[in-house]
């Protein structure tokens, strides 16, 4: 079973860009907007030459990330949606360039699997 629901994976891969954000051993945050791909139950991103990235250096000492990819549906009605997913990311090899993988731990989504009008309701879960 993916961790992302069905809906969840086609909005995932509706968009284009997805917030990254990490944090130095000391706290102190770095969040940048990115392309990515989803590979099965992780997210993938990478770059021109990450190795010179805030988040390069951050994710080598602490692996803690949270993504955010979100829009809104429509304006008017006001309907925001996105999916936030807070994790560990790694640094991996790819065709000879550095990229980040992020594996969930918690996927909290928001008017992606219910749709009914209205303030969307946050659907938090644990992945194993």
Do not use: C
């Amino acid at each position: 079973m993916s961790s992302f629901t069905e809906a969840e994976l086609a909005y995932l891969q509706s968009q284009p860009l997805m917030r990254f954000a990490t944090a130095s051993p000391t706290g102190k945050p770095d969040v940048a907007p990115v392309i990515f791909e989803v590979d099965r139950d992780d997210i993938i991103t990478a770059g021109f030459d990450i190795t010179h990235t805030a988040r390069y250096r951050n994710i080598q000492k602490n692996p803690q990330a949270t993504l955010v990819i979100d829009d809104l549906a429509t304006i008017d009605p006001w309907s925001p949606r996105g999916i936030k997913i807070i994790g560990t990311a790694s640094i991996e090899e790819a065709g000879g360039s550095p990229r980040f993988r992020i594996t969930p731990k918690v996927i909290i989504s928001w008017a992606i699997n219910d749709i009914t009008p209205g303030i969307p309701k946050m659907e938090r879960r644990e992945v194993n």
